[in-house]
C-alpha cells in the first residue's frame, strides 16, 4: 500500500503576521503537520497543492519551509495563485523537481502511483489557465506512464463548483482541453486540486477530480451565484490517498486536523459493549 497524503492552501504568512487581521495560519499548519506525523501508517509522502503563502514572499517561504520541518518524508509542492513561482524554487533550492523555465510542473514516482503536477497559475491573478504548452507537455508525461497509476496535481480545479465567486476566479481557460486528453487515458486514478478551501469532488474526464479542505479557514459554503466572498473557521483537515494493490484502485479518505477522543474498542470478550 502507498499512501499520499494531500495538503493544500496553508496561507502561510511572516511569523506573527495574521491573515485577514484575525486568523494565525501558522499554528493552524503546525497542527497539520502534527496530525500527519499520528497517522497509523506513515505516508510515503506528502503533496502541497499551491497557496503555500499569502503573498509569495521570501520570508513568507522560510517561515513555511520552519513549519515543515518536522516531516520526515518526501514533501512535494506545487504553486498557486497566492505564490511566486522564483521565489519559491530560490526558497527551495533542494526542491530540484522545481525546474527551470516558465512553469512548476514535474511527474514523481511515488511507490506504484506517479504523480503528475501541473502550473494552472497565472503570474499576478487569481484565476488560471492551462495553455497548450502546458496541455502538451502533460500528454507527453501520460504517454509515458500508460502502464501505472497517475494522480495529477493542479492548484486551480478544472471544474465549476457552484461557488459563484470562487468560480469567477477558478481554471478560466484549458479545462475542455484537459478533459479532452485525460478522457483518453484509463490510468488517472484522481486528479487533486486546491484553491476551493472545501472537499468537492465532480466526475471529470472519466475519473474523479477532487479539491481538498485547508489546513485554517474554509471557504463559505454557499451556492448563490451572487454569494460575498467569505471564509469561516470550519474544521480543517486533508485528504489520505492510499493504492490499494489487491484491488488495483486509490482509496481517498479525508483526514480531520487535530487531536480527538479515542481510539475506543466497540467490543470486550467479543461482545458488543452495552
Not at 500527519?36 to 513568507?60: M, N, Y
Not at 497509476?149 to 470562487?166: N, S
Not at 478533459?179 to 471529470?204: M, P, T, W
Not at 463559505?220 to 460575498?228: H, I, K, R
Amino acid at each position: 500500500m502507498s499512501i499520499i497524503v494531500q495538503l493544500t492552501d496553508p496561507h502561510i504568512r511572516e511569523p506573527k503576521q495574521l491573515a485577514y487581521g484575525r486568523i494565525d495560519t501558522a499554528s493552524y499548519l503546525r497542527a497539520g503537520v502534527a496530525s500527519i506525523k499520528a497517522l497509523r501508517q506513515r505516508p510515503h509522502a506528502v503533496v502541497i497543492t499551491g497557496d503555500l503563502t499569502d503573498f509569495g514572499r521570501a520570508t513568507e517561504y522560510a517561515h513555511f519551509k520552519e513549519l515543515l520541518s518536522p516531516l520526515d518524508i518526501p514533501v512535494y509542492l506545487l504553486p498557486g495563485n497566492h505564490d511566486d513561482r522564483q521565489t519559491l524554487r530560490d526558497s527551495f533550492p533542494e526542491h530540484t523537481y522545481l525546474g527551470q523555465g516558465p512553469f512548476i510542473q514535474y511527474a514523481v514516482d511515488i511507490g506504484p502511483v506517479r504523480v503528475i503536477a501541473i502550473d494552472t497559475c497565472i503570474a499576478g491573478e487569481s484565476g488560471g489557465s492551462l495553455c497548450t504548452e502546458r496541455l502538451d507537455w502533460l500528454d507527453a508525461m501520460l504517454q509515458e506512464c500508460q502502464d501505472r497509476p497517475v494522480i495529477i496535481a493542479m492548484h486551480h480545479p478544472p471544474f465549476r463548483t457552484l461557488i459563484g465567486h470562487m468560480d469567477a476566479i477558478g481554471l478560466n481557460a484549458g479545462s475542455d482541453l484537459l478533459e479532452a486528453i485525460v478522457s483518453q487515458y484509463k490510468n488517472i486514478e484522481r486528479i487533486i486540486c486546491g484553491h476551493l478551501h472545501r472537499a468537492i469532488d465532480v466526475r471529470f474526464g472519466g475519473t474523479i477530480a477532487s479539491t481538498s479542505p485547508a489546513p485554517a479557514h474554509q471557504v463559505t459554503l454557499d451556492l448563490d451565484d451572487a454569494a460575498a466572498s467569505t471564509w469561516m473557521l470550519e474544521p480543517p483537515s486533508f485528504r489520505v490517498h492510499a493504492w490499494d494493490a489487491r484491488s488495483r484502485r486509490l482509496v481517498t479518505h479525508l483526514a480531520p486536523i487535530g487531536q480527538f477522543e479515542g481510539p475506543y474498542p466497540f467490543h470486550d470478550n467479543g461482545a458488543l459493549i452495552d
